[in-house]
């Protein structure tokens, strides 16, 4: 069994919506692990960090990616994932690649009323806080600059080769 190819990056980066175009062109099922969260909790992400706190949505965010690093997928995770110490462990089950895509551009595309961790700060706060963690997880780094195709392509290639010279 191959392993999972799990993308992290900020919120808005591109995760999700790469998360189906390498599904398609890998052959492989995908994963958005904050829509298994909602599933699992019946409620939305919203909802869960209103009556839980952060803390609670992390502890559920870290048991459930735990859980579904099953081999051969694709998963996308939520922004956060980085944040708790726990999961760099389990990431290395893994290919970890960052989607690193520049954040005038994340600025210009996110909807910060729909998101809970926008409430108190700013996202380039949030992503220069976090970039070390994200740099730390990582396996591959990927530029988000481009369009969709483009990124599913230098994703495709950069796990080939890690593949086949880095393990
Ligand atoms: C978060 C990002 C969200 C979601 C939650 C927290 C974060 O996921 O997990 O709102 O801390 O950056 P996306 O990165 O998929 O938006």
Same mark, same amino acid.
């Given at each position: 069994?191959?392993?999972?190819?799990?993308?992290i990056g900020?919120?808005g980066?591109g995760?999700?919506?790469?998360?189906?175009?390498?599904s398609?062109?890998?052959?492989?099922p995908?994963l958005?692990?904050d829509?298994i969260?909602e599933?699992?909790?019946?409620k939305?992400?919203?909802?869960?960090f209103a009556q839980m706190?952060?803390?609670?949505?992390?502890?559920?965010?870290?048991?459930v990616?735990?859980?579904e690093l099953?081999g051969g997928?694709i998963?996308a995770?939520g922004g956060?994932i980085v944040t708790n110490?726990?999961?760099q462990?389990?990431a290395?089950?893994g290919?970890?690649?960052?989607?690193n895509?520049?954040?005038?551009?994340?600025e210009?595309?996110?909807?910060k009323?729909?998101?809970?961790?926008l409430?108190e700060?700013?996202?380039?706060?949030i992503?220069?806080?976090?970039?070390k963690?994200?740099?730390?997880f990582?396996d591959i780094?990927?530029i988000?600059?481009g #369009?969709?195709?483009?990124?599913?392509q230098?994703i495709?290639?950069e796990?080939? #080769?890690y593949e086949?010279y880095?393990?």
């Open positions: 069994m191959s392993k999972d190819i799990i993308l900020m919120m980066c995760k999700s919506t790469v998360a189906k175009t390498l398609q062109a890998m052959k492989r995908f958005d692990l829509l969260i599933e699992r909790l019946g939305k992400i919203n909802d869960i706190g952060e803390e609670g949505f992390r502890k559920i965010e870290a048991e990616f735990e859980k099953q997928r998963i995770t956060g110490p726990v999961n462990k389990t290395k089950r290919i970890v690649v960052f989607i895509r520049p954040i005038s551009e994340i210009k595309d996110i909807v009323e729909t998101r809970p961790m409430k700060k700013g996202v380039r706060e992503y220069e806080k976090r970039y963690l994200y740099k730390a990582a780094e990927v988000n600059d #369009s969709i195709e483009e990124l599913t230098k495709i290639k796990v080939e #080769s086949n880095d393990n």
